[in-house]
């Protein structure tokens, strides 16, 4: 009997260590800090390549009926939804050339601003789905309600319309896109 207890006693240990497996555990929390981002470029549609808009204006039927730049695609890469806004840095058009008299050319009653495509989740806000005079005193909404996301692109178009009201010489202007998170 005591061979058959010292027997059990023994397959009872061992049992007993091989259910006693080790195991530990632990976690760690990760945290990911987000900013608000916000990025805008702008290329000719043509190159992929940042480019200023030459706008040629030579000859009669040019000069009588304006001329329309090339079309401009504008990309965003937002966090949050957005709107784009677009004005003239200045109410006037910087002159350089020859002339020493009435170079005094005013953006809005000679520069026009349309979005030609809009592939972004927002809408063509203020009219711009046809030109509207570009102001060098406030901003024009351009692009509403659009959501967040990557690579949101529009383009846009410039018409000039100087008309025979100035004189030769070039004449420059800074347009500037605003995007504004919400």
């Known amino acids: 009997?005591?061979?058959?207890?010292?027997?059990?006693?023994?397959?009872?240990?061992?049992t007993t260590a091989n259910a006693q497996n080790a195991s530990s555990?632990?976690?760690?929390?990760?945290?990911?800090?987000?900013?608000?981002?916000v990025q805008i470029s702008q290329f000719s549609a043509g190159n992929g390549n940042s480019s200023a808009v030459t706008m040629p204006?030579?000859?009669?039927?040019v000069m009588n009926n304006g001329i329309e730049s090339p079309e401009y695609s504008v990309?965003?890469?937002?966090t949050n939804g957005f709107s784009v806004k677009a004005q003239a840095v200045s109410e006037y058009f910087t002159y350089s050339g020859p002339a020493t008299t009435n170079t005094t050319m005013k953006?809005?009653?000679?520069?026009?601003?349309?979005v030609t495509n809009n592939s972004t989740t927002?809408?063509?806000a203020g009219g711009h789905s046809q030109f509207q005079p570009?102001?060098?005193?406030?901003?024009?909404q351009v692009i509403?309600?659009?959501?967040?996301?990557?690579?949101?692109?529009?383009?846009?178009?410039?018409?000039?319309?100087?008309?025979?009201?100035?004189?030769?010489?070039?004449y420059t202007a800074s347009i500037i896109y605003t995007v504004t998170q919400f």
């Open 134 to 140: 570009v102001s060098g005193s406030a901003q024009s």
């Open 144 to 170: 509403t309600d659009a959501s967040r996301g990557a690579n949101q692109t529009f383009a846009v178009k410039y018409k000039a319309t100087p008309g025979y009201d100035y004189p030769g010489g070039t």
């Open 122 to 124: 927002g809408n063509i």
């Open 75 to 78: 990309s965003i890469n937002s």
């Open 1 to 14: 009997m005591r061979q058959l207890f010292t027997t059990l006693l023994f397959i009872t240990a061992i």
């Open 25 to 37: 555990g632990a976690s760690q929390t990760v945290s990911l800090a987000l900013a608000n981002v």
């Open 57 to 61: 204006l030579m000859g009669t039927d």
């Open 107 to 114: 953006v809005s009653d000679v520069l026009a601003l349309k």
